[in-house]
């Protein structure tokens, strides 16, 4: 197969009027990155995004964890149709590959058996007096910065290089399971090629890292993290994609998902701790961002500002190449400008010196 | 003859799931919890398949339906168009309706999960909060964590107006209107009643194993607890 079948897995995205359905990992990990698509759509790019006081979780931990059952995240996603509608818009989009999974899932369930719609609109009607009013699109937040990407181009004050060398940086991305593996169609590139957060990488000028372990699993698992006992299972995963991917010497590592970012990220904090191994140059873990990180980047935004102090992997050495400038002394300063302490030296950190580890190659 | 799996197929997810298997075990091959876990679900798929009671009955009962993470990688790849992923889904979801999920030591992490997500959501409207990523539990999140965790209102204040207040925003309060909406969803469509249901399932079983009920000791028990007999 060639390069270029993502073409094959097109979809139509619309180009304004979108409803933002925010995402429970996103707000936790990335409050910064979710600021800076609202940002970029409604401040940098003239489009208008509803950002609405009235949605909830769409539940889908819960779903994928099997406490909540399907009629009900059905009513839920119902729900957050219906305030869609009620507000005028009919383009949804998710800031989550969860729940993108989720609002897929249930539309395709609601067509292939309609008994279910019927079920949940009743259900939507008694617990909330709403009607269920379906989307004309559905997109994940990351489909949006792919389809504005030549536009953020035209403003980027840096572009995927090395400052230094000139050089195309190496960037791994990561897609999530739940973004085309589970409706290949819903997705750019669908489950072989997926190719939205690669358009980014190439429009603004970086080089994607193919490597063995692409496709796999970044180790979230649901239950497989949540519940302590369980971890093993998520680290091993994300263990072994970094093994796969230390070799192409990434210069750091984009993810679609809130959760896959979260989890690259800690986990190669625990393994240094557990096993002293470190996966990125110079004995530092690899960056690890997400995209709207990224684009914010590129469009000159200030990395505090992006919220990349809450990376448990420091990022100065990214910034350095891309010839970001940044205030060290702004990185750990709390609303208002107040200076709240700082975390604790670790392992995977570059600033930590006192340890001398593996270093992987 | 095909008690549980006539009470299987009134899941959507197993009609969707599965179609015909014919064990050719691609499933298998790109399952991350196969290969961690002791764990095949090719071979799920096929004694599904069977209709055999007694040995579905023994899933629902055992370990294997708990392992694998959901991750749909298999839905892609099944070259008969199932999704073994969306069977363990039908299969998990009966364990727990049936009381069975109590009898092995994955299927009673439900009540953890049940607790720590399930009732996040009936509190809070959101699967996790910051204040509930509690770092005595999740040491692998790190110094950055515990950071942000004692300095949440500064850390956050920085990126919403709203933390934890009403309006449009990161991290927002849920107002009450909306979680009133979400707790009748919960009760119209049977969301409480599952919740009872591990909840009951979970205390009898405590019991059992010399609890005084489905107490938090239990409750962290299931949480923490590996018998190492899983790999
Ligand atoms: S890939 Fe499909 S046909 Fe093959 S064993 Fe798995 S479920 Fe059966
Ligand atoms: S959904 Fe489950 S069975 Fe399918 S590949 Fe993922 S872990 Fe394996």
């Known amino acids: ?52 006081p009235l949605h909830t ?89 792919f389809h504005h990407r030549e536009a953020i181009a035209r403003k980027a004050k840096h572009r995927l290089v090395n400052s230094h060398t000139g050089e195309p940086l190496r960037v791994v991305e990561h897609i999530g399971c739940h973004y085309a593996k589970i409706f290949p169609k819903s997705g750019i590139g669908g489950s072989e090629f997926p190719y939205v957060l690669a358009g980014m990488i190439e429009t603004w000028g970086g080089d994607v890292v193919d490597y063995p372990e692409r496709r796999h699993c970044c180790g979230f698992g649901f239950r497989n993290y ?12 994300s263990h072994k994609k970094l093994e796969s991917m230390a070799p192409y010497k990434p210069d750091f590592i984009v993810a679609n998902c809130p959760g896959c970012a979260m989890f690259l990220d800690k986990w190669q904090y625990a393994i240094a701790e557990m096993e002293g191994m470190t996966y990125g140059a110079d004995g530092r873990g690899i960056p690890v961002l997400t995209y709207e990180e990224m684009a914010g980047l590129v469009l000159g935004y200030d990395p505090w500002e992006l919220g990349m102090q809450m990376h448990q992997v420091d990022v100065e050495p990214l910034l350095d190449k891309l010839g970001v ?29 006192r340890r001398i580890y593996e270093i992987k190659r | ?79 008969r168009g199932n999704t073994p992923g969306y069977v363990i889904q039908a299969l998990r979801t009966l364990s ?42 999740h040491p692998e999140q790190g110094a950055v964590w515990e950071w942000i965790y004692e300095n949440d209102e500064d850390v956050y204040g920085r990126f919403s107006d709203v933390y934890r207040r009403e309006g449009a925003g990161a991290l927002r309060r849920i107002d009450d209107a909306s979680m009133r909406e979400i707790h009748r969803i919960f009760e119209v469509s049977g ?12 205390d009898r079983k405590a019991r059992e194993m010399g609890y005084d009920g489905a107490t938090e000791e239990y409750m962290m028990q299931t949480y923490t607890y590996n018998s190492e007999n899983h790999y």
Not at chain 1, 38 to 45: A, H, W
Not at chain 1, 123 to 132: C, F, H, P, Q
Not at chain 1, 226 to 237: D, I, Y
Request: proline residues 4%; charged residues 25%; negative net charge.
């Open chain 1, 1 to 52: 197969m060639r390069r270029t079948s993502w073409q094959e897995y097109q979809k139509d995205i619309a180009s304004d009027k979108y409803y933002y359905a925010r995402s429970c990992i996103r707000q936790n990990f990335f409050p910064g990155s979710e600021r800076a698509f609202l940002n970029i759509l409604g401040r940098d790019l003239g489009i208008d995004i509803f950002d609405d």
């Open chain 1, 57 to 145: 979780s769409c539940t889908g931990i819960g779903y994928h964890s099997d406490v909540v059952p399907l009629e009900t995240i059905m009513t839920v996603v119902a729900r957050q149709f219906s305030l869609m509608a009620e507000a005028g818009y009919e383009n949804f989009i998710s800031s989550c590959i969860t729940s993108f999974g989720i609002y897929n899932e249930v539309l395709a369930t609601w067509k292939e058996f309609p008994e279910t719609e019927e079920r949940t609109r009743k259900y939507l009607k008694e617990a909330t007096g709403r009607d269920l009013v379906k989307p004309r699109s559905i997109a994940h937040t990351s489909d949006i910065i």
């Open chain 1, 226 to 237: 949540l519940v302590q006992a369980n971890r093993g299972s998520s680290v091993a995963n």
């Open chain 1, 325 to 353: 400038e940044y205030s060290p002394e702004a990185k750990y300063l709390g609303a208002n400008g107040k200076y709240i302490g700082k975390p604790a030296d670790v392992a995977v950190n570059c600033f930590d010196r």
């Open chain 2, 1 to 79: 003859m095909g008690k549980y799996f006539d009470m299987l197929a009134e899941d959507v997810r197993l009609h969707e799931g599965l179609k015909a298997c014919m064990n050719c075990g691609v499933c298998t091959a790109v399952c991350p919890a196969a290969e961690f876990y002791n764990y095949d679900p090719r071979q799920i798929v096929a004694i599904v398949q069977t209709r055999d009671d007694e040995e579905i009955e023994r899933l629902l009962k055992g370990e294997a339906i708990w392992y694998c993470g959901e991750c749909m990688s298999c839905r892609p790849r099944c070259p």
């Open chain 2, 96 to 137: 727990q309706k049936l009381g069975f999920f109590v009898e092995s030591e994955k299927g009673r992490q439900q009540l953890a999960l049940k607790r720590l997500i399930g009732d996040n959501i009936l509190a809070t409207g959101y699967c996790l909060t910051p204040r509930n990523i509690l770092p005595e539990l």
């Open chain 2, 191 to 202: 969301g409480n009643d599952f919740f009872d249901t591990i909840e009951q399932h979970s």
